[in-house]
């Protein structure tokens, strides 16, 4: 599977610039109001844009929901750049710009339509004895775009384009580009979020959903269907995922998804929809005479099973990064230990970022995992990890005062805001 | 006849810290296999849940003291832990002198020793490879796939569905790892277990 190795994103909301190494778990770990939930929105906006239609993308470079107000940014372009590698040969970079829409009434020199400014794609074989990225989309000037045609050719043919579209998805269409396959990948990395925030009644609401032209009702929203799916297609891997729940709650026996339509009503065949399916997850307690439903259980092992199904997934529908904000929400400290290591099992090549207030989970995690929300006095976004060559004097001195490295960090986080001369001295540059 | 004047008995405990359930089961059955072969003295073994370092070790030894009736004296503290939490670079290595420096000097502790288990206590496990296999079911030709001992004894799980989680898989893991011939573990590592066995004074051919 590709995978997605680096992401930097500018000028959205409060985010000036925002760069992030991801490793297999990778966590956003701030205090409250330090934009941990901006980075992630800006994550999910910036792989929508290449996704989205152009009547979309027109829609979002004028999102005042996303476009910044922050003096220091204001009026500064959206920046997003991904890095990754398309197989186990092939690097790549793929990168965008635009401009925000501006509509100040009033002001007729401020006005101006969103538009897309700068994009690129590179690639190199990491195996060859100098590996050079090389260019094989180039546009600097908004509606001029050079590609190379061939293998042997430059980056010099022009590409007709909108100000609305992007060459990565207009190139798609050219199946005998040599690197079509490459163009193809980009554009299918997939991010996912999991809600671990609602009210966890609501992850097992009952829900009307359409799905291949039939309307379902789901009892357990999408959890129990899918539950009952995976059950029926890959039993091997839903029985782990039953182990690993039950292993974190242990009173639990057993975990059942089920389908029950019992209503057999008759309808015409001029009927405009079947009648729905529906599902519920049936859950045997150890101490409980008979079973009963996942949803009358505890609100952390309903965000368990919501969090562990997705991670699941996500693994096998080939997301390559998984967000999710405060992954501790409901869950006792002393199960975040297993929680982390049976995430990463499921994992497999799919990469979590997860944003954080707890030192419980910040423990658990190595430096290249942590990002520090740092304290920024033009209210900026400022997620920073250790320098490595500062990461055994820090581990040092968490050690005389009996913390982890994590624990230490979480602790320093908190007195930045007085001890500033730390920050350029153990945090790398943005 | 005159009475005998009473004196106060102190309790003298034997405590291992241990990092997690899977290390709690291997050392339980350590300690089984030393009884059989002679060993009566009775040992406590506290799971701290991660790393015991020095803290840990602290607070469990004080609520030790909380809970006693008599004073207590500590005349062994014994710290298991796996050795690739530091390679991991989440934590540092203690000073273990100072360590023992430490709890020798405020914890009422006589003798500390560490039992290092390497690279993880997994590694422990795949010395009786074969007993393990037994005890899963699975045919005895099975390679265990992965890079680090923890990763084999997952994989090996995993074949049959069943989540291993070391941290706090007990009732699940339990079972399988009873079967392990611990015998056999401990002569492939009585260097590791030389120090340990010497402070419980413990001795078998």
Known sequence: MNALNKITIKGFRNIDVFSIDLTNITSLLAPNNYGKSNAMAAIKFGFEFIKNQSKTRLRMMGDQSCISINKGIAGKPFVFEEEGSIDNNTDYIYGYSFDWKRNRKGDKEEESEGQIVTEYLKVRNKNSEKPKYTTLINRTAGNKVKYIPSPTGRCDKDLPIESDELALNKLSNFDDLFYHDYVETIKSVRVRGIDTLSDPEDLFAPRLMVKNGKQSLMLG???????????????????????????????????????????????????PFELPDQYDIIVKERYNNQQTRFQYLSTGSMKLLNLLTKVVKAQKDGVQLLLVEELENSIHPRLLQSLLSIIDDFLGDTKLLFTSHSPNLAKYLSAPQLYIGLPSEKGYVDFRTLKATKVSRVLKIAAAGEMSLGEYLFDLMLDLECERDLISEFFTKN | M????????????KVIFVEGDADEIIIDKLISYYRSNGFKKQ??????????????????????????????????VVCEYDTDIFAKGIQQEPNWKKVEKNLKQNNNVTRFCRIQAKTSIEDWMLDDLEGLLKALDLPLNTKPKGQYGQDKVKALFRRKNIMYDRHKGREKIKQYLDKLDIAKIREARKKELKEFEGVLGISIN
């Open chain 1, 221 to 271: 929203a999408d959890l129990a269907p899918y539950l009952f799916e995976l059950k029926q297609k890959d039993r091997n891997v839903f029985e782990l995922l039953v182990s690993a729940i039950t292993n974190l709650i242990p009173a639990i026996e057993t975990i059942d998804p089920v389908v029950i339509n019992k209503l057999n009503l008759k309808i015409d065949e001029d009927a």
């Open chain 2, 2 to 13: 005159t009475k005998k004047k009473a004196t106060i008995n102190s309790d003298h405990i």
């Open chain 2, 43 to 76: 040992i406590k073994i506290i799971n701290t849940h991660g790393f015991p370092d020095e803290k840990k070790m602290r607070q469990g030894l004080t609520k030790i003291i909380m809970c006693s009736k008599n004073p207590v004296e500590f005349e062994a």
